[in-house]
């Protein structure tokens, strides 16, 4: 339970830290995501992200890993494994949405990473972004499935600014507010 607090924490943190710098400087779209896709949810001292990963397609993944992930997606094609420092992280389309399922080195399951489009984002979460930021556009979703929680990072926008928005527990907060820039 520590372990997964730290995680929550850690990637919280991460988001604060990159949104609050990105704060300070006028950002285009594209830095904007790239800034936000290399968040590591990973706690202290563990690094998850894919970037440091070696993709293996048959490669000595975690048995354990690999039946828990055959039994939760039974239907999913074109898997790539990637080792990372302690453990594993799938990669594979769920419903047309990219997605990341990391596992621990024995095997245990920690977290899923789902890219979403709007119109799968739960009906409750679009609204409650929706009755606050209704003159803007949904621009990006991220779920962050936890083992006790759900989160989700909305990425919206208007003529002049992007704001990063973190739901969970029935709570939105705004983690990042940014200007575009004028050209």
């Not at 000595?60 to 055959?70: M, T």
């Not at 095997?107 to 606050?132: C, F, K």
Request: hydrophobic share 35%.
């Amino acid at each position: 339970m520590k372990k997964l607090l730290w995680a929550v924490a850690g990637g919280c943190l991460s988001v604060v830290a990159i949104t609050e710098y990105a704060s300070a400087q006028d950002m285009d779209a594209t830095k904007l995501l790239t800034v936000n896709s290399q968040v590591n949810f990973g706690s202290p001292g563990r690094n998850l992200a894919p970037e440091n990963a070696t993709v293996r397609k048959n490669g000595p993944v975690s048995n354990r890993a690999v039946r828990d992930f055959k039994k939760s997606y039974p239907d999913v094609k074109n898997v790539s494994w990637a080792e990372v420092e302690d453990g594993f992280i799938a990669h594979f389309d769920l419903d047309g949405e990219k997605t990341k399922v990391a596992y621990d080195s024995r095997g245990n399951w920690q977290y899923l990473l789902r890219e979403r489009h709007e119109s799968t984002m739960p009906t409750d979460i679009r609204a409650q972004v929706r009755s606050t930021y209704y003159d803007y556009s949904i621009s990006q979703v991220q779920e962050l499935e936890l083992p006790n929680q759900t989160i989700y990072l909305v990425l919206v926008e208007d003529s002049k600014s992007w704001k990063r928005l973190r739901i969970g527990d029935g709570e939105m907060e705004l983690i990042g507010d940014y200007k575009k820039n004028r050209s």
